[in-house]
């Protein structure tokens, strides 16, 4: 079971080996944005952070083709942003 604020911040647990991969998608960002704090390795906030770190660890253990499928809907995006328009004259 992984556990996450979803879009509205409402805590929401799920089961990732059921769970959409929409809904995956979701708790991998939040995991990831909670995960990795940027902050000097042995402080307090990055003691913290692992626990969402491991998270995300247990959530790609669980469904490895969520990192496929975030790369699918990051280029489909791309795509969408860019149709029609020119970029340097190409």
Not at 4 to 9: I, M, P, S
Not at 11 to 18: F, G, P, Q, R, V
Not at 28 to 40: E, P, R, V
């Amino acid at each position: 079971m992984i556990t996450y604020r979803n879009g509205n911040w409402d805590e929401t647990t799920m089961d990732a080996a059921i769970a959409p991969l929409d809904e995956v998608s979701v708790a991998y960002t939040y995991l990831l944005d909670k995960g990795f704090t940027g902050d000097f390795p042995g402080s307090r906030a990055c003691a913290a952070a692992k626990v969402y770190r491991d998270q995300l660890a247990e959530l790609v253990l669980a469904r490895p083709e969520i990192e496929e499928y975030r790369a699918g809907v990051a280029a489909a995006r791309r795509a969408d942003l860019l149709a029609g328009k020119d970029i340097l004259g190409m």
